[in-house]
Structures are given as C-alpha cells and as structure tokens.
C-alpha cells in the first residue's frame, strides 16, 4: 500500500515537472513551426469530419427530446434557447474534447510511445537534440490551438442539426429559430465553454504527450500506455467539467 503511494505520488510529481518543461519552452518561444502546423494537420483536419458529425447528430437528437418534453408543456418554441445553451455550454466542449481524445490523443501518445520503446526518443538526445522541444512542444502547442477551433465548430454544427429537427418535425419557422438562438446565447454563455475547451486542450495534450513520453514494455507497453492515455483524458475532462461549471456560475452566477 505504501509503495503504491509513493508510486502514485511519483508519478503525479512527474507528470507535473513534464508539463512545466513544456510550458517553459512555449513561453520562451522555442517553438518549431513547421512541426506545429505539421500537427495542426494531424490532430485537426484528420479530426474534423468525426467532429462534424457527432456534433451535427448531438443537436439533432437533443432538438428531439427537446421537442418531446417542452411540447408537454406547450412550449416547444423554446427549443432554440435549450439546444443552443446546452452546446454552448456544457456538451459541444464535452464532446469534442473526448472525441479529440480518443483520436488525436491516443494517435499521440501511440506514435510517441513507439518511439520510446524503439529508442528513437533517446536517439534525439545522443545528436544534440531536445526531444521535449522537439516530439513534445509541437504537439502540445498544436492540441491547444486546434481544439478549441473545433469546440467553436462543433456549438454551429450543434446548433445547425437542432435547426434541422426543429423547423423539419416541430413546425418552427426557420427565421424564428435562428432569432432565439442568437438571442439566448450571450458572452458568458459562450465564454464558459471556450474556456473550458482551452482547459481541456491542455489537459489532453499533456496526458497523451506524458504517457507517450514515458511508454516502456516493449509493443505490449505502447497498447497500454495508449489505453492509460486515454482513460486519463477521458477522465480529466468530465471532473474537470464539473468543477469549470461550478466556478462559472459561483463567478457569474448564471
């Protein structure tokens, strides 16, 4: 119980010195460009299309519910303001961030992790060559710029399949729905959830870049250290969520 403890504790203090040697690297400016945008590519426009689509499914199928409850109540014309405040809010940043890391994240950690156990990591060192600045600071760097873009398209798309479901099977006019979801969305609204989605692009960076980085077991260790990668983003983002959501409204309170 102990040595699993200090194990543990190890590994969390790790963890932490890991991710401030990146930050301090993107701080100093030591960035290689042409491996970012290299990453932009892999990680964003290799995402984009599973993105577009869950998100496009999620508010169809929220529009559908909605339209099933409120019109109970003989308020369905309030389904704009409910689908378009819960992507903004809460699902489209949940959603995308663990469709993000189920792709662009295990890819991540797999690629590094096959390069740990291959010895490819120490190889950069023996030619002079950082391999934080080098395998780390790209994709870290290009995990924050990319996920947010795709939680903003992620909330149009959202909102693009309630519209669908609405003025298809509920019967609302087009030009009124688009009027009540500008009208419901306000700054706050959206800036919780870009907040929350730039968390949650750090978080999955460095979880997926960490458990890459320090892969050992030869091909065995690279599957488990990709599923650990996983399972930790996944579970970072929603107990991040709900503490993001908490702090939000004890700000804003709304």
């Given at each position: 119980?102990?040595?699993?403890?200090?194990?543990?504790?190890?590994?969390?203090?790790?963890?932490?010195?890991?991710?401030?040697?990146?930050?301090?690297?993107?701080?100093?400016?030591?960035?290689?460009?042409?491996?970012?945008?290299?990453?932009?590519?892999?990680?964003?426009?290799?995402?984009?299309?599973?993105?577009?689509?869950?998100?496009?499914?999620?508010?169809?199928?929220?529009?559908?519910?909605?339209?099933?409850?409120?019109?109970?109540?003989?308020?369905?014309?309030?389904?704009?303001?409910?689908?378009?405040?819960?992507?903004?809010r809460e699902l489209s940043p949940v959603?995308?961030?663990?469709?993000?890391?189920?792709?662009?994240?295990?890819?991540?950690?797999?690629?590094?992790?096959?390069?740990?156990?291959?010895?490819?990591?120490?190889?950069?060192?023996?030619?002079?060559?950082?391999?934080?600045?080098?395998?780390?600071?790209?994709?870290?760097?290009?995990?924050?710029?990319?996920?947010?873009?795709?939680?903003?398209?992620?909330?149009?798309?959202?909102?693009?399949?309630?519209?669908?479901?609405?003025?298809?099977?509920?019967?609302?006019?087009?030009?009124?729905?688009?009027?009540?979801?500008?009208?419901?969305?306000?700054?706050?609204?959206?800036?919780?959830?870009?907040?929350?989605?730039?968390?949650?692009?750090?978080?999955?960076?460095?979880?997926?870049?960490?458990?890459?980085?320090?892969?050992?077991?030869?091909?065995?260790?690279?599957?488990?250290?990709?599923?650990?990668?996983?399972?930790?983003?996944?579970?970072?983002?929603?107990?991040?969520?709900?503490?993001?959501?908490?702090?939000?409204?004890?700000?804003?309170?709304?």
């Open positions: 119980m102990v040595a699993a403890v200090a194990e543990l504790l190890g590994t969390v203090g790790r963890s932490f010195l890991f991710f401030g040697e990146v930050m301090s690297y993107i701080l100093r400016g030591k960035i290689r460009w042409v491996d970012v945008f290299r990453q932009i590519y892999e990680q964003g426009v290799q995402t984009l299309l599973i993105v577009m689509m869950t998100s496009f499914a999620s508010g169809a199928v929220l529009a559908m519910q909605s339209q099933v409850v409120l019109e109970r109540f003989s308020a369905k014309e309030f389904i704009a303001q409910l689908v378009a405040l819960s992507l903004v959603f995308t961030a663990l469709v993000f890391s189920g792709k662009a994240g295990a890819g991540m950690a797999a690629e590094l992790g096959t390069m740990s156990v291959n010895n490819q990591i120490q190889a950069t060192r023996t030619l002079g060559v950082d391999p934080i600045e080098f395998l780390i600071v790209p994709r870290v760097l290009a995990c924050m710029i990319v996920l947010p873009i795709l939680g903003v398209l992620s909330e149009i798309l959202g909102i693009v399949g309630g519209y669908v479901i609405a003025t298809t099977q509920a019967g609302i006019p087009g030009v009124y729905y688009y009027h009540q979801t500008v009208n419901a969305i306000g700054y706050v609204d959206f800036f919780c959830g870009f907040v929350k989605v730039c968390c949650f692009a750090v978080m999955i960076g460095w979880i997926s870049c960490y458990q890459g980085f320090y892969t050992s077991g030869g091909s065995l260790g690279v599957g488990r250290f990709t599923t650990k990668a996983v399972a930790f983003c996944y579970i970072s983002v929603l107990v991040s969520n709900a503490f993001l959501t908490r702090l939000v409204l004890t700000i804003w309170g709304s």
